[in-house]
């Protein structure tokens, strides 16, 4: 998919690689970008100067009315994004894990599906296009200080895998992008090589004009992905490892 001339919708358009993504766009041509928040005023400064390019959307995509409100106002999309995500690093066995976990799924999992099932017949009335779905490197194996995380983004994982044959038919492509550590927020006082936004956001659009189905956009994803083809068993046994005390 060629992006220049493309209507593009990014969830979490406030964050690190959301606003990365905003601006790559632009600079690859996008016709249109909604940057997509639960408050309006989070992407304000996106819009100023953007030349009318970049409309913002007020979006919470764990309620399902503002889900469809979105996918009412913004139904000349070709492209969504679902970058929105929470993580509350947190292990299984942590004090808060249950209410942890609940939320992360709530916004990774629940809210990922919800975007896709109110944004593919959008996609759809406009011949296809595509959906992009931002994972994790530690969805595919799991980072137990991570845990609670790690498990709603193996059910991403199994998402986009599904949602990848069931609307083929309709011409829509599923993309998943599973990113190491990104210099954000959600990663600040983590003491660990970390990817820059704009890395990560370059490499999610250059593998989306490749065609790529599956993006590891860091070194570290890469890695880590290299080593779960070789010896999936190993890479569960480092992780788990990182318990520590």
Known sequence: MKLKGKNVLITGANG??????????????????????????AVAELIDGSSDQVM???LDVTQSASVRGAAEQCRDVELVINNAGVNRCMGFMGSSAMEDARLEMEVNYFGTLAMCRAFAPVLASRGGGAIVNVCSII???????????????????SLLQGLRAELAPRGIRVIGVYPGP???KMTAGQEMPKATPDEVAAAILAGVEMGDEYIFPDPMSRHVHAMLEKDPRQVERDFGAMVGG
């Open 16 to 41: 690190g690689i959301g606003r990365a993504l905003v601006m790559a766009l632009l600079e690859r041509g996008a016709a249109k970008v909604y940057a997509a928040a639960r408050s309006a005023d």
């Open 56 to 58: 913002a959307v007020r």
């Open 182 to 184: 990104v210099d954000t």
């Open 139 to 157: 969805g595919l194996v799991n980072l137990p200080v991570n845990g609670t995380y790690c498990a709603s983004k193996a059910a991403g994982h």
